[in-house]
């Protein structure tokens, strides 16, 4: 079972559109850092107590320039992941997560290892070969669950004459890994505005040292 709770002094803004009640409606969810700054790759759910389907044809984390990418990943419980290799050399990819330990064999970009992830969950990915890899697969129990774009936002469709509850994900937001914002929906909002206690979490690719950036030089040449 998730752990997915948060205190209650998050700050949370609603800006309430439409009197009618639609039978289906589209929620527009804009997440902001704790400094007011559009949140992207936050994971934002609706849940009614109904489960998604897995993606029949599966979803992809590939890694590219030494990075994952995506950086957040979100697939409902049941889908295959593909993990190609799409840098010219060999990474070994991880996880210690409870959702869903496994390890990659090193491996070139002749190949794309795929992993069922059957378990609801947060699972953490990282690579042996390069410490700063680090990236996140979002495994949904909710009805619908979408990642933020560069502006903070995300949309989603829900009955508004139904019982659910908002989910807000963000690494970071909590010792606990599995903990996330959540608020009930009562109304017809079409649009809401959540302000997590986070700063922007990222990959970075490290300086080269003096010697990588010799070699890379003698290399081009």
């Not at 959702?99 to 190949?111: D, G, I, T």
């Not at 979490?201 to 490290?206: D, L, M, V, W, Y």
């Amino acid at each position: 079972m998730l752990k997915f709770q948060i205190a209650s002094t998050l700050v949370v803004g609603f800006i309430l559109a439409g009197l009618s009640i639609a039978n289906a409606q589209t929620l527009t969810v804009t997440v902001l850092d704790q400094q007011g700054q559009p949140l992207a790759d936050a994971v934002v759910s609706i849940d009614t107590g109904q489960t998604q389907q897995p993606l029949a044809g599966g979803a992809i984390m590939d890694q590219v320039d030494t990075l994952f990418n995506p950086f957040v990943l979100t697939v409902p419980a049941g889908t295959t992941v593909r993990f190609p290799n799409s840098d010219n050399i060999r990474h070994q990819v991880y996880s210690f997560s409870a959702a869903k330990p496994f390890e990659l064999p090193l491996y070139s970009n002749r190949e794309a290892p795929t992993i069922d992830f059957n378990e609801a969950g947060i699972v953490v990915l990282g690579c042996n070969i390069h410490d700063h890899m680090r990236a996140y697969i979002y495994v949904t129990p909710h009805t619908e669950s979408q990642v933020t774009n560069a502006a903070g936002q995300a949309q989603l469709t829900w009955a508004a004459a139904d019982s659910a509850t908002l989910r807000v994900w963000y690494p970071g937001l909590s010792e606990t890994i599995t903990e996330e914002f959540q608020r009930e929906l009562t109304d017809a909002a079409t649009e809401l505005t959540v302000q997590l206690p986070v700063t922007i979490q990222r990959q970075e690719t490290p300086e080269l040292s003096p010697l990588q950036q010799r070699f890379n030089r003698r290399k081009g040449g």
